[in-house]
């Protein structure tokens, strides 16, 4: 499944770069990048579970390979942290969840980013704020039960069970810190 899903990424990555179809047709780089994160989402999660190795070093390369693009479009990640942390005061359905993913997203790719060349660019990723909107609207609309968090979220993602505290996790396998703790 990992293979499939860089394959996946990798597609959105060169849909980014060269900005159409292989048929010409334009594209809303917007709407790929956010696929392209999501599809991060969905490694990180994978990888929770697969921390082999062979995994790791293959997501390694795979960022390495889209630090160009990614550079290049760095205000659409910015974009996108943004449109995450303009948020609503009330959410139906999953909507919640939804903006969980999202940051959830934007934390793999920081961490997938360690010791690559985006590495700088990922870590001035300004989620301070966005994590001080997720606080405060979490008071709120937080308190998931433990089969609405998905499989493979790290506890460092805090997030997913504010405003109450994340389980204890043996290795953090995320830079995340929720604010007001230290990074120990």
């Known amino acids: 499944m990992q293979d499939q899903l860089l394959k996946e990424a990798n597609d959105y990555l060169e849909l980014l770069r060269d900005g159409q179809t292989s048929d010409g047709e334009e594209i809303d780089r917007g709407t790929i990048l ?3 994160l999501m599809t991060i989402y969905a490694l990180g999660l994978k ?7 062979r995994a790791n070093a293959a997501l390694s390369e795979f ?12 205000y659409r990640i910015d974009e996108f942290l943004q449109r995450t942390g303009t ?4 959410f139906q359905g999953s909507e919640w969840i939804h903006v969980l993913e999202r940051r959830s997203a934007i934390q ?5 980013s360690q010791g690559t060349s ?11 704020e966005l994590d001080d909107a997720l606080m405060e609207i979490g008071d709120r609309e ?5 089969d ?4 493979g979220i790290p506890a460092s993602h805090w997030w997913w069970w504010y405003p109450n505290s994340p389980p204890d996790e043996p290795a953090q396998t995320s830079g995340a810190t929720r604010p007001g703790s230290s990074s120990a």
Do not use: C, M
């Open 34 to 36: 956010d696929h392209y």
């Open 47 to 53: 990888l929770g579970s697969d921390q082999s190795e």
């Open 63 to 74: 960022i390495e390979r889209s630090s160009p693009v990614l550079q290049e479009f760095r």
């Open 87 to 90: 948020v609503s005061t009330a």
């Open 108 to 112: 793999f790719l920081i961490d997938f």
């Open 118 to 128: 985006f590495e700088p660019w990922a870590a001035s990723l300004n989620t301070p």
């Open 142 to 146: 937080g308190y998931l039960s433990a």
């Open 148 to 151: 609405k968090i998905p499989d």
